[in-house]
C-alpha cells in the first residue's frame, strides 16, 4: 500500500529517491508501470490516469516520474537508478513541447531534482558510448561544481576511466545507495497526498466504465472551469500564470520558414490515445 501512495504522490522524493522506485517497480503483488513526464502529472483531477487506474481496479497502477520543469536530462539521470527494473518493461514517457528550446534546461532546476546517487548510478552504467559522453558534457554544463568532476570529465572527453577511477564510483555507489535506503523511506505526506490526488475523485466517476460516459463528465468540468478566457485554459492557471503577461506573448509562436533550404519548423502540442493500457 505504501508503494501506492509513493506512486501517486508525485514529489520531488518519489521522483528522484531510489528506493521508492525500486520497491514500486519491484513489487511483487501490483504492476506499478512509470509513467515520465514533468508538471503534467501534478495536475490531478477526475480523468488522471492515476484516479483512472483506481477507480477501475486496472492490472496496473502509474507511478509518476515528473515534476514541474523536470526535462528530458532530469528524466535521464533519475532513469539511472532503475535501469534493471526498466529492462524489458513497459513505460509511458509524455513528452513537453517546453523541453524543445535553443537554452538548455535551467540549471537551478535541474540540481534540484539531481543527487549523487544518480551521479555513481550513471557513472556505473556507463560504457563509454555516444550517449554517456553526451551526458557527461551536459552535466557539466548544469552542474560545473559536480562531484566527482574529473571522472565525469574524462566521460565527457571520451577518456579511458583507470582502476583507481572505477574503484572510487563502486565505494561513492555503495555508500550513496544506503544513504538512499536510509533517507528515503515512505512518509505519512504520501498518504495524505493520495487521498487528495486520487480519492476525492473517485465518487465522480460511474462505476462501470465508458468512454461515453467519462467524456461527457470531462467536457462538463472543462466548461466550467474555463469560463475566463477563450484559450481553453483552466481558470485559475490563466488567472495566475497567463493574463498578466498575454500581451507580451501575442504572437511570439509562429510557424517559420528556412529561406535558404526552404524547410518549415512547426511546433505542436501532440495527442496521445493509450486505449491498450486499459486491458494491462
Sequence with gaps: MEEKYSAASVSAESFKERSQK???????????????GSSEWI?????????????????????????AGAASLSQYFGMQQITSELENKQAVFVISPQWFTKEDQDPVTFQ??????????????????????YAANRLLKQNPSVP??????????????????HSIITASAEF??????????????????????????LSSLPDQFSYEELENIARKDAEENT???????????YNTQLKKDLKKWEGYQKITTSSSQGNTMIYSWCSINLPNLRSM
Excluded: C, W
Design 227 to 237: 469560463t475566463n478566457n477563450d484559450l481553453g485554459m483552466d481558470n485559475h492557471f
Design 43 to 67: 495536475r490531478f483531477d477526475s480523468m488522471h490516469p492515476g484516479v483512472l487506474a483506481e477507480k477501475y481496479n486496472r492490472s496496473y497502477r502509474p507511478y509518476f516520474m515528473g515534476q
Design 176 to 201: 550513496n545507495e544506503r544513504q538512499a535506503a536510509l533517507f528515503g523511506q515512505f512518509s505519512i505526506r504520501g498518504r495524505l497526498k493520495y487521498k487528495d490526488h486520487i480519492e476525492k475523485y
Design 148 to 165: 566527482m568532476k574529473g571522472i565525469v570529465e574524462k566521460l565527457a572527453k571520451n577518456e579511458q576511466l583507470s582502476d583507481f577511477d
Design 22 to 36: 525500486v520497491r514500486a517497480l519491484t513489487d511483487p503483488d501490483m504492476r506499478f508501470i512509470p509513467f515520465f
Design 112 to 133: 534540484t531534482y539531481f543527487n549523487n546517487d544518480q551521479l555513481t548510478a550513471f557513472l556505473e552504467n556507463q560504457s563509454g558510448d555516444v550517449a554517456s559522453q
